[in-house]
């Protein structure tokens, strides 16, 4: 069964840090590329960033650029979210997802994000 | 990089036909087959259900078929039933390499 669990979520001050993680199971983590996508409460979904199956590629959303980044550790089947200089308006949902093996420039790289965690909750508060 | 635009809710009766557009620019959905669509139940984990247009993955029942026009992606559920209840997201690749979604669309089934 695949499965990616979220972690990491909590309440925190504004201008302080939070490092999410994202557990995979249940198929070869390495082979794969990640996205991370943030919901606000009531709000739509909202790409946040994404990493290449080799970490050599990685992409974030314009607004997020330079705060945000995101990373592996293949040997803990692991992706992470470091999120710096948190503001009112990161409290989200943070969902990790699956996304493509190979990168951009391989023939057959999917441009869509087919398993979901369940997600881990980041307030920003003081 | 604005998000897609979609309408904000639908309704529609059991067994009738509905579609939600999705509509972006000649930067994403106009310059792309790579529209994707996901289902999400309130309090749950989006679930992926149409991807590259019109593609449905092996677990997603055919009432559910996607197309695309110009710059402006559908999302056509068949013989709607109640669990088709739900809040529905477009999304696509850009020429920015990062992904876009729309706002959003809240399915009532009467």
Redesign the interface.
């Known amino acids: 069964q695949v499965h990616l669990v979220e972690s990491g979520g909590g309440v925190v001050q504004p201008g302080r840090s939070l490092r999410l993680s994202c557990a995979a199971s249940g198929f070869i983590f390495s082979y794969y590329g990640f996205h991370w996508v943030r919901q606000a409460p009531g709000k739509g979904l909202e790409w946040v960033a994404d990493l290449s199956f080799d970490g050599s590629d990685k992409f974030y959303a314009d607004s997020l650029r330079g705060r945000f980044t995101i990373s592996r550790d293949d040997s803990k089947n692991t992706v992470y979210l470091q999120l710096n200089s948190l503001r009112g308006e990161d409290t989200a949902v943070y969902y990790c997802a699956r996304g493509s093996m190979g990168t951009r420039t391989t023939n057959n790289y999917d441009y869509y994000m087919d398993v979901w965690g369940k997600g881990t909750t980041v307030t920003v508060s003081s | ?1 604005s ?1 897609l635009t979609q309408p904000a809710s639908l309704s529609g009766s059991p067994g009738q036909s509905i579609t939600i557009s999705c509509t972006g620019t000649s930067s994403d959905i106009g310059g ?1 087959n ?1 529209v ?1 669509w ?1 289902q ?1 139940y309130p309090g ?5 259900i149409i ?2 247009v019109s593609n449905r ?1 092996s677990s997603i029942y055919n009432r559910f078929s996607g197309s695309k026009s110009d710059n402006t992606a559908s999302l056509t559920i068949s013989g709607l039933q109640a669990e088709d209840e739900a809040d529905y ?1 477009c ?1 696509s ?1 850009t020429d ?9 669309t809240k399915l009532t089934v009467l």
């Open positions: 990089q998000a792309y790579y994707s996901y999400q749950k984990a989006p679930k992926l991807y590259d993955p997201y999304s690749y920015s390499s990062i992904w876009v979604f729309g706002g959003g």
